[in-house]
């Protein structure tokens, strides 16, 4: 049924759905929805005090030009003669300003707040704050950052590694990576090389949009050319990346290679394998990984247990992640919406949606709130299974909670409903699909368009539906 979101508080109570049906009883809506119906314009007065209260603090600029900017700094000092403003108050006014002018026009209204204002010192903050402008400015070169370090160097702050984590960052914000990377180079030739944390940002950037040999490469070249070494965190990014491409071959060699270099995988490194194979559904192998880490003398934790019965649900083994439910109580970890919504999906794909729907009882009698992706897996499993009356309560409960619909969820309830007959109130489900904005107008037409074209072609050819 797809990732699971953010819990959301209970909007159904399982009881009814298991017990003869009788009329939806008014729920409780989610906490997301308790703002539904609110009147914006009726805020406490205590909140309207509050914003009363709050003064502005920066200058906006409206125009790009050095001369208004220039006026307005001119005018700002002179009414306030008697109380001298701080760098704060400077920087605040310099990155105002760098937010809608150029680099050159920048510089040149910091080269006045100097002249103007004596006893104004800009530091290493302020320079910071055009060479984050010119990482970001529109020329896609590197002139104007060297020209801001060049500037920096010679006010007497030399770049250091913060000065490199910002370029990099920044340059990374407006998709320049080839660049952050050739400028992370020169810098580290020029003593400024980047810490880890910037070195593993790069690292995750590389991994998102270029391939394994390039990763590999800047890697090599950075140990090789400057010492940095990869740590822990580094690669578990890389087996991150490597289990998301579902090359498992890569990761267990990035394991020996992580304990060859002295580090010992830890919990996350471990679930982060477990999350690959679940990829997979080789659900033997999650449970491999699993031993494999008690080996180790590696404690599992809660997103252990929750990939593993993931895992083992997905590829149908739900006797075994039941067992394994058990484990985690023992083990000190209380299960949540995760656990149980994936232990209902691996029934509901057995064929057992009733049994799912006794786990739901079990799960919100032991005070766990089901999320929006228990209900839709409910709701698909009891519609896949046939048991239409469950399924259509299932949804009206959710429809009064609020709780939107999964696409799987929605053609799987709109198809069943068509097949017994159900038109008018398949089109309902398709209204609130569309004002609960579940789905696009376009997505929502086309499945039930696509459904009722089914079920004409299956009555013209005489098959049962």
């Known amino acids: 049924m797809g990732k699971i979101p953010p819990a959301l508080r209970t909007a159904i109570s399982s009881n009814t759905l298991l017990k003869t049906p009788a009329p939806t009883q008014a729920l409780k809506s989610p906490h997301q929805f308790l703002y539904k119906n609110e009147n914006p314009s009726k805020k406490s007065a205590a909140a309207n005090k509050s914003e009363k209260k709050t003064p502005a603090t920066a200058v906006i600029f409206k125009s790009p030009e050095l001369s208004e900017a220039i006026k307005i700094f001119n005018s700002l000092v002179t009414a306030t003669m008697q109380t001298p403003r701080d760098r704060t108050f400077h920087n605040s006014l310099l990155q105002s300003y760098a937010s809608i002018s150029t680099v050159d026009d920048s510089i040149s209204l910091l080269n006045h707040m100097i002249k103007a204002n004596p006893s104004f010192n800009p530091d290493r903050s302020t320079y910071h704050i055009l060479l984050a402008q010119s990482c970001q400015a529109p020329d896609n070169s590197l002139s104007s950052i060297r020209k801001t370090l060049s500037l920096m160097t010679t006010n007497g702050y030399p770049p250091n590694q913060g000065t490199t984590d910002i370029a990099v960052r920044s340059l990374c914000s407006v998709n320049r990576l080839d660049d952050a990377i050739e400028l992370v180079k020169g810098l580290s030739l020029n003593s400024s090389p980047p810490d880890i944390f910037t070195f593993n940002f790069l690292v995750k950037c590389l ?18 050319s400057f010492g940095i070494k990869p740590n822990l965190v580094t690669y578990t990014i890389l087996i991150d990346n490597v289990c998301n491409t579902k090359n498992l071959r890569e990761a267990m060699r990035l394991v020996s290679a992580l304990s060859d270099s002295g580090f010992k995988p830890d919990c996350f490194v471990y679930n982060t394998i477990m999350k690959g194979y679940c990829n997979l559904s080789r659900g033997s192998e999650v449970i491999g990984v699993y031993n494999k880490m008690k080996e180790e003398g590696v404690e599992p934790d809660l997103v252990t247990y929750n990939t593993l019965i993931f895992g083992l649900s997905k590829c149908g083994r739900v006797g075994e992640a039941k067992k394994f439910l058990k484990v985690m109580v023992e083990a000190g970890f209380l299960p949540d919406a995760v656990t149980y919504t994936s232990l209902m999906n691996g029934m509901c794909r057995e064929g057992d949606a009733l049994g799912a729907l006794v786990l739901l009882e079990e799960m919100e009698g032991k005070g766990c ?97």
Request: hydrophobic share 35%; glycine share 6%.
């Open 207 to 224: 991994c998102k949009c270029r391939s394994l040999t390039t990763v590999y490469n800047f890697v090599d070249q950075m140990r090789a």
């Open 369 to 465: 709130s089901p999320n929006s992706c228990t209900y839709n897996t409910l709701l698909y499993g009891l519609c896949k299974s046939r048991l239409m009356e469950k399924g259509i309560e299932l949804y009206r409960a959710m429809k009064e909670g609020g709780v939107k619909l999964e696409t799987a969820a929605y053609a799987t309830l709109v198809r069943a409903l068509c097949r017994h007959g159900k038109v008018a109130e398949a089109y309902e489900v398709f209204d609130y699909a569309v004002e609960s904005k579940s789905l696009t107008d376009v997505a929502a037409y086309t499945t039930l368009e696509s459904t009722l074209k089914w079920l004409k072609k299956a009555k013209e050819q005489g098959h049962a539906v």
